[in-house]
T-cell receptor, first 114, second 116 residues
């Protein structure tokens, strides 16, 4: 499972409040990613990081920011949560598996914005 | 515009038979393709991948075929087992085969149901 944990696993919050989701990995992987999954959309990339303090935007980055101050932690912040950000959020790292490059995913955080 | 398309939202297959899941892509820059399996309330799990320099890759019961000219790939599962019931996602990337890079573009998924 590549040692990926996400916290919290579930969160309910109100519109307009800031929310921070945490992704933690224990295996010193360089690349980390945040995706969201919504019905009818598959998974969509929000932001990614290619090293400490090196981040870039993905397909659906509006309303989100990220920070990576140390290799093992990648934080996703919803600056002012909206109902459209109700979703399941997955963190991933890039690694090799069985000789193939892939991304390993964390268990997800289910976020409900009321 | 969807760059990775899985046109079958669901597929039902009898246990022991072959399951074939299809995926089409439009971005000719994609050169690495992956299949993931996802159970409810869990993260996606990597199944198999293929680079555009190959047309087939096998791993146990799973085989992925790539037809670059048609921009089409398929995942074959033989024989299908009850534990294979899950949502399967096709994903693609440009320049990924060296690791890292810009993230993956996913299809919407196909819900595979294996019937006893």
């Amino acid at each position: 499972d590549a040692g990926i944990t996400q916290s919290p696993r579930h969160k309910v919050t109100e519109t307009g409040t800031p929310v921070t989701l945490r992704c933690h990995q224990t295996e010193n992987h360089r690349y980390m990613y945040w995706y969201r999954q919504d019905p009818g959309h598959g998974l969509r990339l929000i932001h990614y990081s290619y090293g400490v303090k090196d981040t870039d935007k993905g397909e659906v980055s509006d309303g989100y920011s990220v920070s990576r101050s140390k290799t093992e932690d990648f934080l996703l912040t919803l600056e002012s949560a909206t109902s459209s950000q109700t979703s399941v959020y997955f963190c991933a790292i890039s690694a090799a598996a069985r000789g193939q490059e892939t991304q390993y995913f964390g268990p997800g955080t289910r976020l409900l914005v009321l | 515009d969807q760059q990775v398309k899985q046109n079958s939202p669901s597929l039902s297959v009898q246990e022991g038979r072959i399951s074939i899941l299809n995926c089409d892509y439009t971005n000719s820059m994609f050169d690495y393709f992956l299949w993931y399996k996802k159970y409810p309330a869990e993260g996606p799990t990597f199944l198999i991948s293929i680079s555009s320099i190959k047309d087939k890759n096998e791993d146990g019961r799973f085989t992925v075929f790539l037809n670059k000219s048609a921009k089409h790939l398929s995942l074959h599962i033989v024989p299908s087992q009850p534990g294979d019931s899950a949502v399967y996602f096709c994903a693609a990337s440009a320049g990924y085969s060296g690791g890292g890079a810009d993230g993956l573009t996913f299809g919407k998924g196909t819900h595979l149901i294996i019937q006893p």
